[in-house]
């Protein structure tokens, strides 16, 4: 029920005279009658000065009395009902107030921060804004005796009960709509002022002027507040594209980030800088110079492997560009985040049919391998009595294990080679226990790389529970007998040759990297036989290509390289079974590289925690600073199985690096899945994490990182409108000001515009009672009296 507002009502009294003749009649006629009669009456009579005076006065007082009871005095009773003067204070909450500007005229910069009281260059415009108006605006208000109305707006205007509520989450900034919402909330107010507190970048809804158009026609000035640096727009804007959130001990690490520039001029650059925040400071691992321009250079920036992190942690690392001369918004030329760092040792298990010449050169390089990864190696074509080859932390393998629980304890990353499932083990119940094993290994984080071979893989794994975790669909059509040339080489094409995935980044020069690839002289050797396949799979990324074999169906070139997710875990596609020819002028240097490249990316699913019952993961990697961020979290017991309890606490942190708690829910229908979410209230770098026991000290056993961004229509184009925020108010007969200038609004407040209108009135005769009685017979008697004693008939 809606609550309707009752405005305060006065009353007012005053004395007329309903009957009086005009002024010009009184005092020409009306004053000289009753002079002259009281003079006939004593004028010629033998008096004292004193005694004819008082004895005139006295008769003309008789006279004037009556005159007033004729004019009919009435006393007047007015009720009037009073609308208070009432100011309307619009205050921008859209993601653009968030944004940090330089203020690079120092007369400006220091007024700002006298009349805010915080620093311009580090604070938001946000809390520029709220720290102004609480300080100067909304007191000027107050003195002037207004009644304030207090709105916040971004898509639309709505009531603020307090300056703190301010968050800077809007997705847009309407300021049309937002001003002809406010007015049309307080109609039939007495509404004199309208204060709007924005940066004036409108990127949506009705025109600002529109609705400036309807305050002016109802006479409501419109007094406009800038925030921000109001200068051209210069601005050298660092996007993260990626950068990965785990890595293990001994990696070298690739960010990818987009360099762009706002009012550059033609051919300035910059210098992009890679740094490791350590306790001592920054170290630089990467710099690269570029040219800024409108629509962006994409660079990807190589960190060479840390120093050994003892149970692991954290790299600390940042992308920046120094600020430009001129440049008005600095809070975008850098970016924070950290990267995991993972201690554990990589287990693979690799199963292959028979000893091909692949399976040879590859089982002894990761046999090798650095100290991160153990292998457990089982040829199926052995004899019994062969001595299954394993690293020597490990020990040789009797059997294929065929158990979710055997896979899940054991291994981080199953390689599958040229394998006839149902060769697994005698016992075919077995087989189709391995087969849905490695399923579930996979849908719990595992990672598995198929590498096709001209017998079994992939065919054999057509209508089975591996066809679905494959990132790539099965082509029925050329699976029985290779149709192509086995006798001419061809070499992969990279589908990225200019930002390569990590698995084909071979060297850390990416024109030499690039050369690899693409040099049929210097370059990597190529292949005679690949597997062709139908199509990837929606959410799959091609890595290599056949540079000429092109699928009649789809129009493009064959995959040889695809890796995909299944849900949780990692897959990878080799379509080519002789990567070992990459020996050929360079030893095992690359095919190391691939093979450790590939064995790492798989293993990161399973990773992402030194305990691998948990995992914790944000339902996307970058959200809108207005968005909701849901985290999920997965918890196994110690058999591997969905956890029963009723809640999981995680922590999380964000730019600022303060640590929060958040309690989430098990979901009723998904045993062992924990959700909830949290609301960021700045954009940055964030954090999340489950905190669990390892090594008998309580550590952060899985984490996950994600990024709060701008809204793509607020980070388009931060910079402020001036011009727009003028318009506005001179077409209403505002006020423009600069936010710095804000008390000098005190003039537009002058106090006592309260608006009265009259409710009743109400008449009472006021000779009509006893005193007017009384005091013409005091006046008669006391003439009478005086008389007598000077003997006067």
């Known amino acids: 029920m809606p609550v309707q507002r009752i405005e305060p009502t006065g009353l007012e009294q005053s004395l007329r005279l309903l009957d009086l003749p005009p002024a010009w009649v009184v005092v020409l006629l009306v004053l000289p009658l009753f002079a002259t009669a009281a003079w006939i009456g004593y004028g010629r009579e033998n008096l004292s000065r004193a005694m004819r005076s008082t004895l005139l006065a006295l008769r003309l007082s008789a006279f004037v009395l009556l005159g007033l009871v004729l004019a009919r005095p009435v006393r007047v009773e007015r009720r009037e009902e009073v609308h208070p003067a009432q100011v309307l204070v619009l205050v921008d909450d859209s993601a653009s107030m968030r944004r940090s500007d330089s203020y690079g005229d120092e007369e400006l910069r220091e007024a700002l921060e006298e009349a805010s009281g915080l620093p311009p260059e580090s604070a938001s415009r946000l809390d520029l804004a709220r720290s102004v108006l609480a300080r100067d605006v909304l007191p000027l208000i107050a003195r002037g ?95 993260l594209v990626d950068a990965p959130g785990e890595s293990i001990e001994g990696d070298e690490l690739g960010v990818t980030v987009r360099v762009r520039g706002r009012g550059t001029p033609a051919g300035e650059r910059a210098q992009l800088l890679l740094e490791e925040l350590e306790e001592d400071g920054a170290r630089v691992l990467a710099e690269q110079e570029l040219e800024l321009t409108e629509e962006g250079e994409r660079v990807v920036l190589i960190a060479s492997a840390g120093p050994s992190l003892p149970g692991g942690g954290e790299r600390r690392l940042r992308v920046s560009i120094p600020p430009l001369a001129g440049e008005t918004m600095v809070d975008d030329n850098r970016l924070e985040f950290s990267v995991h760092v993972s201690p554990a040792r990589i287990r693979v298990l690799f199963v292959e049919g028979y000893p091909r010449w692949e399976y040879r050169f590859v089982k002894n390089l990761l046999l090798r391998a650095d100290k991160n990864i153990d292998v457990q190696c089982f040829l199926l074509s052995a004899t019994k009595d062969f001595p299954q080859e394993a690293s020597a932390s490990l020990g040789p393998l009797s059997e294929v294990p065929t158990t979710r629980a055997a896979l899940l304890e054991n291994y981080d990353v199953v390689v599958l080679g040229d394998v006839d499932p149902y060769a697994i083990s005698p016992d075919p119940e077995k087989c189709e226990d391995f087969l849905r094993s490695l399923r579930e290994f996979v849908e719990a984080g595992g990672g598995l790389l198929f590498q096709a071979g001209e017998l079994h ?43 390569p995935h990590e698995i084909l980044r071979l060297s850390a020069d990416p024109a030499a990297n690039r050369a690899l690839w693409e040099d049929p002289e210097q370059g990597l050797r190529g292949f005679y036989w690949y597997m062709p396949v139908q199509k990837v799979k929606p959410g799959a990324q091609v890595l290599l290509r056949h540079p000429s074999d092109v699928n009649a169906q789809s129009g493009e070139n064959y995959p040889l390289m695809v890796l995909g997710y299944f849900p949780a875990g990692r897959t990878l596609f080799l379509g080519v079974d002789s990567t070992y020819r990459w020996r050929y002028r360079y030893g095992d240097r690359y095919l190391d590289t691939f093979w450790r490249n590939s064995i790492r990316w798989l293993a990161l699913g399973r990773l992402k925690s030194g305990d691998r019952r948990y995992r914790i993961e944000s339902s996307r990697s970058t959200y809108d600073i207005e968005d909701r961020v849901q985290l999920e979290v997965r918890v196994l017991d110690e058999d591997f199985r969905p956890s029963e309890e009723p809640t999981q606490l995680v922590g999380w942190s964000g730019p600022d690096g303060v640590e929060h708690e958040l309690l989430l829910a098990r979901e009723s229908d998904r045993p062992g899945i924990y959700r909830g979410g949290l609301e960021p209230d700045r954009p940055g770098v964030y954090r999340a994490w489950v905190m669990g026991r390892m090594a008998g000290r309580s550590a952060r056993v899985s984490a996950t990182e994600f990024e709060v961004v701008l809204p793509s229509r607020e980070n388009q184009d931060p910079a402020p409108d001036p011009e727009a925020l003028r318009a506005l108010a001179a077409k209403t007969g505002g006020v423009f000001l600069e936010l710095a200038r804000a008390r000098a609004l005190a003039s537009q407040f002058p106090g006592g515009e309260e608006q009265r209108e009259p409710i009743s009135s109400r008449l009472e005769d006021a000779w009509d009672g006893w005193h007017t009685l009384f005091l013409a017979l005091l006046l008669l008697s006391a003439e009478w009296i005086l008389r007598k004693r000077s003997e006067l008939l």
């Open 457 to 499: 893989n992939p065919r054999a794994l057509s209508n089975t529970p591996l066809e679905d975790v494959l990132p790539v669909q099965l082509d029925a059509t050329r699976m029985l007998a290779f149709e192509g040339d086995t006798r001419t080489e061809f070499r992969p094409r990279l589908e990225d040759p200019t930002h």
């Open 145 to 239: 005796g207004y009644e304030l109305a207090l709105y916040s707006f971004a898509e639309s205007a709505s009531p603020l009960s307090d300056l703190t509520a301010l968050g800077g989450r809007g997705g847009a900034t309407h300021l049309g709509d937002a001003l002809s919402q406010a007015l049309a909330s307080q109609r039939g107010r007495h509404v004199t002022d309208v204060v709007i507190v924005s940066d004036g970048r409108s990127n949506g809804g009705t025109s600002p002027l529109d609705a400036a158009r309807a305050a002016g026609v109802a006479g409501i000035p419109v007094h406009t507040l800038i925030v921000g640096d109001t200068r051209a727009e210069k601005n050298a804007v660092l996007e």
